[in-house]
């Protein structure tokens, strides 16, 4: 076994030699959408197209957290979002069962990128740790115009590089190999967006 990996490496080293610097790969790709495209428009499409429920405004809240009695919500979410009658549970670290326990959560985002209608999670401010959007079956994320970005090379540098990610595309789902659809497999069934 070694000796076909120490085979390999050499191969490696002998085609390496005298190679020089490798070329720089060009970066001529889209970086942005042209002026005139609504990229808020284009993200409620693209959410509506992944099954994800788009609500306006701040008073939507209660109606996106419809039948949910207990919603778990970062600790830092700005009070102004707390609408409805439902009890907000401030994540403290909850463990896993509690969080199962809950019906909802509530937290905001770091972007949103319009052309694939993708919203962005990195832990930052109102958007709490990685597990309590992925553990409860249903999550209701704040989105603010200013956070909405026409392509994905606008929303990287919006986010914190160092911290967990959470890539969100409508409601998680899967096929498995007969494309039969299952939801709810990587993360909440039910996605809802209330854009400010």
């Known amino acids: 076994m070694s000796g076909a990996r120490e085979e390999i490496l050499a191969r490696m080293r002998r085609a390496l030699e005298g190679a020089g610097e490798a ?12 002026a005139g495209v609504d990229i808020t428009a284009m993200l409620i499409d693209r959410l509506v197209d992944y099954k994800a ?3 306006h405004g701040l008073a939507s809240i209660p109606a996106a957290l419809a039948g949910a009695k207990r919603v778990v919500v970062p600790a830092d979410l700005p009070s102004e979002w707390r609408l409805g009658g439902a009890e907000f549970v401030a994540d403290e670290g909850l463990s896993t069962a509690e969080l199962d326990g809950m019906d909802a959560v509530l937290t905001g ?4 990128v319009a052309v694939s209608g993708t919203i962005m999670l990195d832990t930052g401010a109102a958007q709490g740790r990685r597990a309590i959007t992925l553990v409860p079956d249903h999550h209701v994320v704040v989105v603010r115009a200013e956070q909405i970005v026409g392509h ?9 590089r160092t911290a967990p990610q959470t890539w969100i595309s409508g409601p998680s789902a899967t096929s498995d ?7 709810g497999v990587h993360g909440p069934r039910r996605l809802e967006v209330v854009l400010l």
């Open 23 to 34: 070329p720089v790969p060009p970066r001529e790709y889209r970086r942005a959408l042209d």
């Open 53 to 55: 429920n788009v609500h």
């Open 109 to 112: 985002c770091a972007a949103a």
């Open 152 to 160: 994905l090379a606008q929303a990287l540098p919006m986010l914190d």
């Open 177 to 183: 190999i007969e494309l039969q659809r299952v939801e």
